[in-house]
């Protein structure tokens, strides 16, 4: 199993340009979670997906950040336009159904706006 | 919402020493609590969990004690060595939701 794949593994732009990050799930799982990283608000998860349907979007910050689950094994996360406060690294996790709870995450992409 | 509070922020201990790391929660209805490790420019990964039907569980040198009247939980490590350190998170999650919400993390650092 190749565990989750994420896409790019580094991005750098600049202000005002679209970013789009890339996720995998592992085969079989049907809850994807995007997280942000940063040191002064530590993890904080964006919004999940269960079945390819967004369940919760509270976490994302603003109507900049969108994301799309259009199938079970692909996501995406979109940021436009971006700004150098969106400068973080940005997980992806996913998790089985049912019983299981541990959520698997990602390399990350490290993005950089300047 | 839940709320997570981890404490300390770091923690440094030599070699051999215990390492203990708390955290607090505030939604009642929370019933799953995982700690995650998570190494520099690297992912963070499970270590171990426990259940609100549980107050402890221990795997070899790492162990969670669980008190759902007081709203915390605990991660021990003890005999501790210079790879144990890392960022550690604590976590919680309302049973049926799939959401995590994480504490700050703390930064262990094992001297040798």
């Known amino acids: 199993d190749a565990g989750v794949i994420q896409s790019p593994r580094h991005e750098v732009t600049e202000m005002g340009q679209e970013v789009t990050l890339r996720c995998k799930p592992i085969?079989?799982?049907?809850?994807l979670f995007w997280y942000r990283q940063t040191m002064m608000r530590g993890l904080e998860l964006l919004i999940y997906?269960?079945?390819?349907?967004?369940?919760?979007d509270s976490g994302m910050p603003e109507d900049r950040f969108s994301a799309k689950m259009p199938n079970a094994s692909f996501s995406t996360l979109k940021i436009q336009p971006s700004e150098p406060r969106d400068s973080a690294v940005y997980f992806c996790?996913?998790?089985?159904?049912?019983?299981?709870?541990?959520?698997?995450f990602g390399p990350g992409t490290r993005l950089t706006v300047t | 919402g839940e709320n997570v509070e981890q404490h300390p922020s770091t923690l440094s201990v030599q070699e051999g020493d215990s390492a203990v790391i708390k955290c607090t929660y505030s939604?009642?209805?929370?019933?799953?609590f995982p700690w995650y490790k998570q190494e520099l420019g690297k992912r963070p990964q499970l270590i171990i969990d426990?259940?609100?039907?549980?107050g402890e569980k221990k795997d070899q040198r790492i162990a969670v004690t669980l008190n759902k009247t007081a709203k915390h939980f605990s991660l021990h490590i003890t005999e501790t060595q210079p790879e144990d350190s890392a960022v550690y998170f604590c976590?919680?999650?309302?049973?049926?939701?799939?959401?995590?919400?994480f504490g700050k993390g703390t930064k262990l650092t094992v001297n040798p």
């Open positions: 997906f269960n079945n390819n349907v967004p369940i919760d």
């Open positions: 426990i259940r609100s039907n549980v």
């Open positions: 085969s079989g799982h049907n809850s």
């Open positions: 996790a996913s998790k089985d159904s049912g019983l299981a709870y541990e959520q698997y």
């Open positions: 939604d009642s209805a929370s019933n799953y």
């Open positions: 976590a919680a999650s309302q049973g049926g939701s799939e959401k995590l919400v």
